[in-house]
């Protein structure tokens, strides 16, 4: 969508999710996508969050009153069902505008109880599950082994932030991240297990089709000390 993705992985009826649900704001265009595929909420099977951030469960709950199933990482879940205190997000040495950007996120941040908490080695819809805390508690890569695809939410993205017009390749932003130190240390230890990936399908800016897992391992901030 405009400001963040969602994917479908379409397993046929029963089987049908999507990684993502994006900002409350853009749920027109969402049911507008979903509807050009001949698609309603009620056709959907679960939705899986990479993170609790609004921009990518914004629309969670909403579905969820549609029978949809959501998922999330168990550390993100208690965040938001409130039982884990929120970290407010501080601009820091990022950009004004990202600063805007959080404290939007601190003042509409997203609220639900998902219905599945997902763990470090769980499966669902095909998908491996890698906790990746850092970005958020909870983050999470989802990886579709037969595609060699990771779906990686905000902790590898595809478009410059904060204001992800400019595409390409980019760790995590500070100002949304709760500690670079720890997405940087998942990163380094998801690349040393050497889980293979060609493809990546980040919660910003546009997929990168091949290659991917050496473009990201030849980042700079990523080397292993
Ligand atoms: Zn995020």
Known sequence: MRVSNVFLVDG??????????????????LLWELRRLGLGPRDLTGV??????????????????????????????????????????VRGAGSRFAGVLAEVENLFP????????????????????????????GSVFFRHDATASLFSGDTLLAA?????????????YPTFTLSMTQAYASLRAFHAQGHAYENLLAGHGPPILGRARERVMALPELRQR
Do not use: I
């Not at 914004?58 to 069902?81: P, S, T």
């Open 110 to 137: 997203a609220r639900l109880v998902p219905d599945v908490a997902l763990e470090e080695g769980d499966a669902v819809a095909g998908l491996e599950v890698h906790w990746m805390p850092g970005h958020t508690e």
């Open 12 to 29: 046929g009826p029963g089987d049908r999710f999507l990684v993502d649900t994006g900002h409350a704001a853009e749920r027109p265009l």
């Open 160 to 172: 410059k932030p904060p204001l992800t017009l400019e595409t390409g390749l980019a760790l995590p």
């Open 48 to 89: 899986l969050l990479t993170h609790r951030h609004s921009d990518h469960a914004g629309n969670a709950a909403f579905l969820q009153r549609h029978g949809v199933r959501v998922y999330a990482h168990r550390a993100d879940a208690e965040v938001l069902e409130g039982r884990r205190p929120r970290t407010r997000l």
